[in-house]
């Protein structure tokens, strides 16, 4: 049997691989020109998409003179303005916070008034008359202004290190009239380093030349010296640039791909010349790949088979226990066979109908309605605090305070997540908990600024207990509605701390000292008023999944109006899970 599965074995491996490697062979080299053909035509679409957005950005950033205020009032200020200083002085602010900053290789920006007065931002940027007549004679259009750095070693490069864009700018209401000009300085090294960022190859050369073939960009990299022919002209490369399908063609064994940069003169080419030895190695890594998975299905086969044969009734009856463990008590195991394997599954089978019986007659139905009192709970407090921060949003935004506005948008969002969620549990995180109770208080910030100081102390140990949720930010509320409502100032303080088997929360106040003997008569009362509403919920609810022992107090200590609150200290997410109590005999509700 070992030696059939031997040769089985091999013979299901050898003879795929065999065929696979066969057929790889055959249509390599009939697919080779094509693949990489497609390969550096769509690389050089790629880069050159990014190198778009370098001029782009430019570009756009030499008409936004014309569409900021002030800086059109420094480019047109009449020679006798009384306001001189101050338009000059609002410009270079607003220059230097020029949208795109100096991102994308922008360096430097120069502008030039009417009046012949310069500022400048980022590096020292003069404008030269030679400049200011090209561009002037270019009615409005950039002129560029660069060095060729073709045939230059990388450290000569780095002398030439700018490419500059000048600009005449007209009054847009009046494009007869001359307002200025504006100079723009872009790094020649970032410009390199965003092509060289998508290179594919190391042995691929990138170019940017313009109509005469100057070459503003140069990355010759390890690709060595090409030696080409009239196929990188300008009018060659154009052509190649607007071809819709593969825009890949061979010069002997070099690969030129091209493509026009919008908006500019300039055209951007890649030649390479592929090592085939790394292509095959490519090949071979994807056969090996295959075999691995060739392999891997092969053990998945023989595994499956195996199981099928001896651990399927075990996983079988591993699956059905598990059902019972989810209190699914209807799941049966069907008895097919005659050995030590159907005795468990009699048994099982067994303990399955009395545990139904025990759950659907004697706890189920009680189960049932401690639990639906607890989520009718949790619903009455979901609205609770919605309608007061909507109303506070809606005049924050009729008085055009949008940051703010968002900000309450945002904390309020958090606490919607956790307050109106139609799957969350009854139980959660205590991090959870306090992320609700900070999303609160940062609201409460932005209604109130600093009248009030709002302070957390919990230890990081106990942020991972789970806790009956929406308990704190009752209270807090609480504090500043009815403790602290007759205050400009005032503290609230959260205090959480753990003694044996009890979580402990105290949410202290230092306003106006409760009326302890009322708020006792108040929790003691079993009216459905307003008044004392939230209280009630919150120990409705501790009652129902804590039982007895656990509870809401309220005591004021030296001026301080402290609301304490014990529950059941739950260490791990069993805990979170665990049974409602009941609510008779020594479980009783208090």
């Known amino acids: 049997m070992r030696k ?13 691989i065999i065929t696979i490697y066969s057929v790889a062979i055959s249509i390599f080299y009939d697919n080779t020109k094509t693949d990489l053909q497609m390969r550096f035509s769509n690389n050089i679409h790629g880069v050159g998409k990014n190198v778009e957005r370098f001029f782009t950005d430019a570009l756009d950033l030499t008409t936004y003179p014309l569409m900021e205020t002030n800086l059109k009032a420094f480019l047109s200020m009449p020679e006798q303005s009384e306001n001189h200083f101050q338009l000059i002085s609002n410009a270079n602010n607003i220059l230097m916070s020029m949208p795109y900053g100096f991102s994308n290789g922008i360096r430097g920006v120069s502008l030039l008034s009417r009046n012949q007065i310069p500022i400048n931002a980022g590096i020292n940027l003069n404008l030269t008359k030679d400049e200011i007549e090209a561009a002037k004679a270019l009615k409005s259009r950039p002129y560029w202004e660069y060095h060729d750095v073709s045939g230059l070693k ?24 001359e307002i200025g000009y504006i100079k723009i300085a872009m790094s020649r090294q970032q410009l390199a380093e965003t092509i060289l960022a998508d290179q594919i190859d190391h042995d691929i050369a990138y170019f940017i030349v313009d109509e005469q073939n100057k070459a503003l960009v140069d990355t010759k990299g390890d690709a060595g010296d090409f030696k080409l022919g009239p196929e990188t002209s300008y009018d060659n490369l154009l052509q190649l640039a607007d071809r819709e399908a593969i825009s890949t063609q061979i010069s002997g064994h070099y690969y030129i791909s091209a493509h026009k940069i919008e908006r500019t003169p300039f055209i951007l080419y890649s030649v390479v010349k ?3 030895l790394t292509i095959i190695k490519e090949t071979l890594i994807k056969g090996l790949s295959l075999t691995a998975l060739l392999v891997f299905i092969f053990a998945l086969l023989l595994s499956a088979t195996f199981s099928q044969i001896i651990t399927a009734p075990l996983v079988k009856l591993g699956k059905r226990m598990k059902s019972i463990t989810n209190e699914d008590f209807s799941v049966r195991i069907d008895v097919k066979r005659n050995d030590e394997l159907s005795v468990l599954a009699n048994n099982f089978n067994r303990m399955a109908e009395r545990l139904d019986f025990l759950y659907k007659e004697v706890y189920m139905s009680r189960l049932n309605l401690q639990q639906a009192q607890l989520h009718a709970l949790q619903a009455q407090i979901n609205p609770h605090f919605l309608y007061n921060t909507l109303d506070t949003i809606y005049w924050m935004s009729e008085m055009g305070d949008t940051k703010n506005v968002s900000l309450m948008v945002s904390n309020m969002s958090k606490m919607m997540r956790l307050t109106l969620s139609p799957n969350n549990r009854d139980m959660v995180q205590l991090s959870e908990e306090l992320e609700h109770l900070s999303s609160y208080i940062n609201i409460q910030r932005i209604r109130y600024g600093d009248q009030f100081v709002f302070a957390i102390e919990c230890p990081e140990d106990l942020k991972s207990c789970y806790v009956l949720r929406l308990l704190l930010q009752p209270l807090v509320e609480n504090a500043l509605v009815h403790g602290l409502k007759d205050s400009t100032s005032g503290m609230v303080k959260v205090k959480i701390y753990s003694v044996e088997d009890a979580l402990i929360y105290e949410v202290m106040n230092d306003g106006t000292p409760a009326d302890v003997a009322e708020i006792k008569r108040l929790l003691e009362e079993d009216g459905s008023g307003i008044r004392g509403f939230a209280l009630r919920n919150i120990r409705e609810r501790l009652a129902l999944k804590n039982g007895h022992g656990f509870h809401l107090d309220c005591y004021v200590r030296d001026g301080i109006t402290v609301f304490q609150i014990t529950q059941k200290l739950r260490k791990d997410s069993d805990g979170s899970e665990e049974e409602l109590p009941l609510l008779d005999g020594a479980g009783g509700k208090e």
């Open 4 to 16: 059939k599965i031997m040769l089985f074995f091999i013979f299901l491996v050898a003879i795929p």
């Open 154 to 177: 990388d450290a000569q490069q780095e002398a030439y290190n700018h490419i500059f864009v000048t600009r005449m700018l007209k009054n847009p209401s009046n494009l007869s009239e």
């Open 274 to 276: 592929p090592n085939i």
